[in-house]
């Protein structure tokens, strides 16, 4: 038993990592900036589109929007680690997010967009 703990087998040599590449980085850094802003402007959009459109008083709307956010948030940054490609990840939400934002529009979220406003005369 004392030969053993005197005598410890030599530590296993690791393997070298291989270095990653700078497009593999700026595959990462787009998926990441496809999760963090481009969903951020989703989840703001799904806000001013369910705001306007779920059948509650305005109060209980607004809640429920800006609660339901943070799930569609999440949505959106999963998927932009899952897609096949980084420009995939940012191309689809930047579009879903467009259009939320135009049907949002013409549901009527004038308060949501100042500068579409009409000015009153």
Do not use: E, Q
Request: hydrophobic share 60%; proline share 9%.
């Amino acid at each position: 038993m004392t030969d053993t703990l005197a005598n410890p087998a030599p530590p296993r040599a690791r393997k070298p990592r291989p270095a990653l590449s700078w497009r593999y980085r700026g595959a990462v850094a787009a998926r990441a900036f496809a999760a963090i802003v481009i969903g951020y402007f989703f989840a703001y959009a799904s806000t001013a589109l369910l705001s306007v459109a779920l059948p509650f008083p305005r109060v209980d709307r607004v809640v429920a929007a800006s609660l339901l956010s943070f799930f569609v948030w999440c949505g959106v940054a999963m998927y932009a680690f899952a897609a096949r490609s980084a420009w995939r990840a940012c191309w689809a939400p930047a579009l879903a997010t467009a259009v939320l934002l135009w049907a949002a529009k013409l549901c009527g979220a004038a308060a949501l967009f100042p500068g579409s406003a009409v000015p009153p005369t």
